[in-house]
T-cell receptor, first 112, second 109 residues
Framework: DGGITQSPKYLFRKEGQNVTLSCEQN?????MYWYRQDPGQGLRLIYY???????QKGDLAEGYSVSREKKESFPLTVTSAQKNPTAFYLC???????????FGEGSRLTVL | GQNIDQPTEMTATEGAIVQINCTYQ??????LFWYQQHAGEAPTFLSY??LDGLEEKGRFSSFLSRSKGYSYLLLKELQMKDSASYLC??????????WGAGTKLIIKP
């Protein structure tokens, strides 16, 4: 079945460590997005990519990095520069006629 | 600035009807989305409105008034599985998605 796979689902990190969240899609879609979700706040865009080898910063890019070497893969690295990284991270593609987003299951990162 | 307002939490009874409101102030408008998000899970798409009026899809309907910057999601014949957060999101003039914080809907038997 076509879909978006995020891993790991849960991740614990010590302060000062970089971690990479995986996002793989077999939907053959060009555009991919990374969002961050915190309690009581709307989803915030970290990075997005419209095509291989190109990506753009969202409103929340500081402390994060991405790569888009393959169409299927859009990994997100949470660097030690991100001061408050504990959150729920969502990867998405926009698939529908209206451009609605289809999300992976999410990755919950906790900094210890 | 751009802003989307939704009630933080609502409670309703199984079998009843509930209306979740969303008001928005954005730089332009190119469509409004509603998503459902169960606790600990990813959001899933419910509806899309770009023209004024009501869009019906089974037990769920969504209404839009562009002149008022207002939308609502109407859920009929509520079921326990409808307990979730409902997210309103607007596409602005640059086709950027602006998200509300979501409304947590609690269904009681």
């Amino acid at each position: 079945d076509g879909g978006i796979t995020q891993s790991p689902k849960y991740l614990f990190r010590k302060e000062g460590q970089n971690v990479t969240l995986s996002c793989e899609q077999n939907l053959n879609h060009d555009a991919m997005y990374w969002y961050r979700q915190d309690p009581g706040q709307g989803l915030r865009l970290i990075y997005y990519s419209q095509i291989v080898n190109d990506f753009q910063k969202g409103d929340l890019a500081e402390g994060y990095s991405v790569s888009r070497e393959k169409k299927e893969s859009f990994p997100l690295t949470v660097t030690s520069a991100q001061k408050n990284p504990t959150a729920f991270y969502l990867c998405a593609c926009n698939l529908g006629e209206a451009g609605e987003l289809f999300f992976g299951e999410g990755s919950r990162l906790t900094v210890l | 600035g751009q802003n989307i307002d939704q009630p933080t939490e609502m409670t309703a009874t199984e079998g009843a009807i509930v209306q979740i409101n969303c008001t928005y102030q954005t730089s332009g408008f190119n469509g409004l989305f509603w998503y459902q998000q169960h606790a600990g899970e990813a959001p899933t798409f419910l509806s899309y409105n770009v023209l004024d009026g009501l869009e019906e899809k089974g037990r769920f309907s969504s209404f839009l008034s562009r002149s008022k910057g207002y939308s609502y999601l109407l859920l009929k014949e509520l079921q326990m599985k409808d307990s979730a957060s409902y997210l309103c999101a607007v596409t602005d003039s640059n086709y950027q998605l602006i998200w509300g914080a979501g409304t947590k809907l609690i269904i009681k038997p």
